[in-house]
């Protein structure tokens, strides 16, 4: 009789402990859903001016592929920054707008070459490369192609610094290679992480 109310009793702990295990592992998921907005200022040529970017964007990391998507809608125009004041017009101002596609992204965790987002270093946690689409007012880009030109994208997510980490995940730039760098230009675009959280969320 106490064999088997000690067996049961095993049972009940290795089902107690299992649970506790799977809720341990569901608590510590890295997030698989990234989403923000991007806001920032692109050099124009000339130096006497630049563009003021400003959009939302969304990073989906697939647990089948291990491989991520990003999306980004951006709108651009002349920043009155460094212009008078008194001839700034809207038309004058260029607004036009990007649709940034990129699927099948190399990941990388806690990468070494993304670019340091501010003076306080904060830590680089997830990056992705890839291949990315870009459209012009809904044209191809650059517009003077009969289809969209591809470009490599670097998307980086950092949060936090080595001393302390608040917010894991709380930056995000971009950089653009040929021939996209040359419209958004080859530095970081930057911009802030809003959401992180797991594909059952």
């Not at 964007?57 to 008078?84: C, H």
């Amino acid at each position: 009789m106490r064999s088997k109310a000690f067996g049961l009793a095993l049972c009940v702990a290795a089902v107690l402990a299992l649970t506790a295990g799977i809720r341990a592992l569901a608590e510590n998921e890295s997030p698989a859903l990234f989403g923000g907005v991007i806001n920032d200022y692109s050099p124009m040529a000339g130096g006497t001016s630049a563009w003021e970017v400003r959009g939302p964007w969304n990073l989906r990391l697939s647990e089948e592929t291990g491989a991520a998507s990003f999306s980004a809608t951006l709108t651009m125009e002349t920043s009155i920054l460094g212009q008078n004041p008194a001839t700034v017009q809207a038309v004058a101002l260029n607004q036009h707008t990007h649709h940034i596609r990129m699927t099948d992204g190399v990941v990388t965790y806690n990468p070494t070459d993304c670019p340091a987002f501010a003076s306080s270093n904060p830590v680089a946690r997830i990056e992705v490369k890839g291949t990315a689409t870009i459209t012009a007012n809904g044209g191809p880009f650059p517009p003077s192609s009969p289809s969209p030109v591809p470009s490599q994208l670097q998307v980086c997510i950092d949060g936090g610094t080595a001393v302390a980490t608040v917010v894991p995940y709380s930056n995000v730039t971009l950089v653009f290679g040929s021939p996209a760098s040359g419209h958004f230009g080859p530095q970081a675009i930057h911009g802030v992480v809003a959401k992180a959280s797991s594909l059952g969320d």
